[in-house]
């Protein structure tokens, strides 16, 4: 395990009902920038209710709707403008993951002089931020309670992720019940994103018991509450551990100490850049073809610890457990998640953009579990088709 410092200062209110600790965003003055997505939160009642509560506490509300999936810098741009023209205190998300990495951004551009793709770019821009405050309706990206966002210039192809201590959100609420509305496609794909972040952390040459213990039980935690979540979209309890599981997987628990750089995700955020997929769908197609791709001597005992230990695999050889781990991973997206098993099946029929992505994606692969090259990379789109 090698040296590191954890600093985790989200204060979280997990649960029905809470909510009503929107009032507390007073600590940090009297203006807020409230964004949100599509339209989701005005549908299920939650807009409602948090203007209600906020508005009662003194605050004024500055809107900032139609944040996209697969946040555009433009929407960054649109909050940034407004937070400096009105003298905004602090940003407040209610949605997805999308929508809290938007409010980040745009917390950190309302303290820059300057264009907030810049921060993108180049994280160590970003030297202060506003208060930054979300509440979570979806289970997935885990960006209420980490110092990441991640943005896209589509006019570019081009999206990446930031990170830097002032992005870390001051307050998060939980609340389960609010993610009883989200579809069954996006239960599953956001169970496959923290999947991901967890197998990110996990695959590893580390000897971080600790770290890779609590893996295990956050992927044994999803396989076991995805499909209940799936089949009953308000069961409370189902909802409430995917919900923890998300915030956990990512928020630095089980990578600090343990992990090298991620591999899967560079990958996946160049296909949302080309093709504007969703997030988890892609982590879900490359995840298996990735563990085909590193499968060696080397990698098998750890890939047969992770089939040992999560999926009660009893092979004695490491390569047969490893191999019989990977099936289990795949049967469990594609047939109990019924997620898109290949790139064709999730809607991309073009292989125009594989050399292009694979240089893109290389840049940040070099120090992952098993590096990456740019002709690896190529393998794996092509494997994925
Ligand atoms: O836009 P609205 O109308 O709100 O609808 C959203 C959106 O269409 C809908 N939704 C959210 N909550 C709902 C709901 N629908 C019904 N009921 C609810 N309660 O779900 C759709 C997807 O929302 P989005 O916010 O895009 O999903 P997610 O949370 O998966 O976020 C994905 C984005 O986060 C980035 C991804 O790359 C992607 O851009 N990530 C951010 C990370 C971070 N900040 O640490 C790490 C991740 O690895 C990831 O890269
Ligand atoms: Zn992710």
Not at 313 to 334: C, G, P, Q, S
Request: charged share 20%.
């Amino acid at each position: 395990m090698y040296n590191f410092t954890l600093y985790m200062p989200t204060r979280i209110h997990f649960g029905k009902g809470q909510i009503s600790h929107l009032s507390e965003l007073r600590e940090s003055g009297t203006k807020v920038l409230l964004v949100y997505g599509g339209g989701s939160i005005k549908r299920n009642g939650i807009y409602d209710t948090a203007v209600d509560i906020l508005k009662k506490a003194g605050l004024t509300i500055y809107d900032l709707p139609g944040v996209e999936p697969n946040p555009r810098i433009e929407s960054v741009r649109k909050g940034v403008e407004k937070c400096k023209a009105e003298g905004i205190d602090m940003t407040l998300a209610i949605g997805g993951g999308s929508t809290i990495d938007c409010a980040k951004v745009v917390a950190a551009g309302a303290k820059y002089d300057g264009d907030p793709w810049d921060l993108v770019l180049d994280r160590s821009l970003i030297k202060s931020a506003l208060p930054i405050y979300s509440v979570v309706t979806l289970a997935a990206t885990g960006s209420e309670m980490n110092p990441s966002a991640v943005i896209s210039d589509f006019t570019k192809h081009e999206k990446w992720g930031t990170s830097a201590p002032a992005l870390v959100p001051t307050m998060s609420i939980l609340d389960p019940t609010y993610t009883f509305s989200v579809s069954k496609r996006q239960t599953a794909a956001g169970t496959a994103d923290i999947m991901s972040h967890t197998f990110e952390n996990y695959f590893s040459f580390e000897n971080a018991d600790v770290q890779k213990a609590f893996g295990e039980a956050l992927l044994k935690v999803l396989i076991k509450n995805g499909p209940i979540a799936l089949a009953e979209p308000d069961n409370y309890d189902a909802r409430a551990s995917l919900m923890w599981a998300a915030t956990h997987a990512i928020n630095g628990l089980t990578k600090m100490g343990n992990a090298p750089a991620w591999c899967v995700h560079p990958m996946e955020h160049e296909l949302s850049a080309f093709y504007d997929i969703t997030h988890g769908v892609g982590l879900a197609i490359l995840t298996p073809v990735w563990m085909e791709h590193i499968l060696s001597e080397r990698t098998a005992p750890i890939f047969a610890a992770y089939g040992r230990n999560v999926w009660g695999v009893t092979a004695a050889d490491d390569m047969t457990a490893a191999k019989a781990a990977i099936e289990k991973t795949k049967e469990f997206l594609f047939e109990t998640l019924e997620l898109p098993s290949s790139l064709r099946a999730a809607g991309i029929n073009d292989k125009n953009n594989i050399e292009a992505m694979a240089e893109k994606a290389s840049r940040k692969t070099a120090q992952s579990f098993v590096p990456l090259t740019q002709a690896d990379i190529r393998e794996i789109y092509e494997a994925a088709f």
